[in-house]
T-cell receptor, first 112, second 118 residues
Framework: AQSVTQLDSHVSVSEGTPVLLRCNYSSSYSPSLFWYVQHPNKGLQLLLKYTSAATLVKGINGFEAEFKKSETSFHLTKPSAHMSDAAEYFCVVSDPGNQFYFGTGTSLTVIP | DAGVTQSPTHLIKTRGQQVTLRCSPKSGHDTVSWYQQALGQGPQFIFQYYEEEERQRGNFPDRFSGHQFPNYSSELNVNALLLGDSALYLC????????FGGGTGELFFGEGSRLTVL
């Protein structure tokens, strides 16, 4: 069975400081993992994906995530937060049939 | 290149009514999935269509049904609406996944149809 757990429902950071959004996964398969972002009243946009290539994955807008099999984690980071990063972030694991299993989301607030 | 488009964007129904939501996939994509996102929750998988057939289904009752047309567009139908069906319904398109012999596994989402049931 596939599932993800997002460890923080809300994260607040000051503009210009690092961002860390935590995600642990469970998968019966070699996992494909994703981070999606959802701005208010918008659809979901792919930030980055891991599909068994390099364990450090770089995405759009300066975000990156590291796949750690030993810790079953796929945390999302960004060195310096920008006001436009304020949004809801979802960690996702997929199965071979391309069914996506979403976490409950982490709401990121960026304080000016 | 048009992305995934959904219609209508907003609609209001009353309990017991039926609703049809529509989705056009991203150009070149052949697989459509539907998700329900309740307020404050992550999206939940409803079902997936490929080659005009339902290929996978999540834990949703039979009141939720769908269809895929030869041009790959899709409809989601919900009968006998309940208050709890109020949610944002998201359509996602992709190329057929590994179990169907290809695809990168990435889903492209539309902006959703927000359904309110009164």
């Amino acid at each position: 069975a596939q599932s993800v757990t997002q460890l923080d429902s809300h994260v607040s950071v000051s503009e210009g400081t690092p961002v860390l959004l935590r995600c642990n996964y469970s998968s019966s398969y070699s996992p494909s993992l994703f981070w999606y972002v959802q701005h208010p009243n918008k659809g979901l946009q792919l930030l980055l994906k891991y599909t068994s290539a390099a364990t450090l994955v770089k995405g759009i807008n300066g975000f990156e995530a590291e796949f750690k099999k030993s810790e079953t984690s796929f945390h999302l980071t960004k060195p310096s937060a920008h006001m436009s990063d304020a949004a809801e972030y979802f960690c996702v694991v997929s199965d071979p049939g391309n069914q996506f299993y979403f976490g409950t989301g982490t709401s990121l607030t960026v304080i000016p | 290149d048009a992305g995934v488009t959904q219609s209508p964007t907003h609609l209001i129904k009353t309990r017991g009514q039926q609703v049809t939501l529509r989705c056009s996939p991203k150009s070149g994509h052949d697989t459509v999935s539907w998700y329900q996102q309740a307020l404050g929750q992550g999206p939940q998988f409803i079902f997936q269509y490929y080659e005009e057939e339902e290929r996978q289904r999540g834990n949703f009752p039979d009141r939720f049904s769908g269809h895929q047309f030869p041009n790959y567009s899709s409809e989601l139908n919900v009968n006998a609406l309940l208050l709890g069906d109020s949610a944002l319904y998201l359509c996602a398109s992709s190329l057929a996944g590994p179990s169907f012999g290809g695809g990168t596994g990435e889903l492209f989402f539309g902006e959703g149809s927000r359904l309110t049931v009164l």
